[in-house]
């Protein structure tokens, strides 16, 4: 029974370059949502996505990020032209069907120098 | 912007004692999760609350949620050094429930 699966768990990027962030939900789960949880703040949601469909992404930053749930494998969260404070831990949760509960995945730390 | 606070923000007790930890927020809620995370891995759901003043047990953990239902809290009767973790409580808004609204957390320490 793999959970949500995230990776990498933790990635490096110096300023300017792309971060690519993968997850995979869990058997069975069609519904993805990403979250991310800044230094000393509280996990704040970006972006709810199901296969193929950009549901709600009012958390999202207007600028350098794009989330996608592709048919075929996982969804992926592009962060482009980091900067240092897109340092965070990114996570990501998966549900069955809209408005079950969410799996978190591990997250990914994404650190940019 | 809705927020829920929570209090204390850190908290290192002996093993054995009682604590308990609180929610806070200006906002209603339909419903109220509390989580525990541990160091690099993401948040594990304890327990949904839903109906204001509702009291649900698991275990040595008691949740309570407020009849306002604005706010809540996390009992722990003689904590375990296994205890250890970041509480956190999210906020789920009627018709937006994955859009929760999580507050910062508890660090909660339990030395043996």
């Known amino acids: 029974n793999a959970g949500v699966m995230q990776n990498p768990r933790h990635l490096v990027r110096r300023r300017g370059q792309e971060a690519r962030l993968r997850c995979s939900p869990m058997?069975?789960?069609?519904?993805v949502y990403w979250y991310r949880q800044l230094p000393e703040e509280g996990l704040k949601f970006m972006v709810y996505?199901?296969?193929?469909?950009?549901?709600?992404e009012s958390g999202m930053p207007k600028e350098r990020f794009s989330a996608e749930f592709p048919k075929e494998g996982p969804s992926i969260l592009r962060i482009q032209q980091v900067v240092r404070g897109d340092s965070a831990a990114y996570f990501c949760?998966?549900?069955?069907?809209?408005?079950?509960?969410?799996?978190f995945g591990s997250g990914t730390q994404l650190s940019v120098l | 912007t809705q927020l829920l606070e929570q209090s204390p923000q850190f908290l290192s007790i002996q093993e054995g004692e009682n604590l308990t930890v609180y929610c806070n927020s200006s906002?209603?809620?339909?419903?109220l999760q509390w989580y525990r995370q541990e160091p690099g891995e993401g948040p594990v759901l304890l327990v949904t609350?839903?109906?204001?003043?509702e009291v649900k047990k698991l275990k040595r953990l008691t949740f309570q949620f407020g009849d306002a239902r604005k706010d809540s809290s996390l009992h722990i009767t003689a904590a375990q050094p296994g205890d250890t973790g970041l509480y956190l409580c999210?906020?789920?808004?009627?018709?937006?429930?994955?859009?929760?609204?999580f507050g910062k957390g508890t660090l909660l320490t339990v030395n043996p």
């Open positions: 906002s209603v809620f339909s419903s």
């Open positions: 058997k069975g789960h069609s519904h």
């Open positions: 999210a906020g789920e808004k009627a018709g937006s429930n994955y859009k929760l609204t």
């Open positions: 949760a998966s549900s069955r069907e809209s408005g079950e509960k969410l799996f």
């Open positions: 996505l199901q296969k193929e469909n950009i549901i709600d």
């Open positions: 609350v839903v109906t204001g003043g």
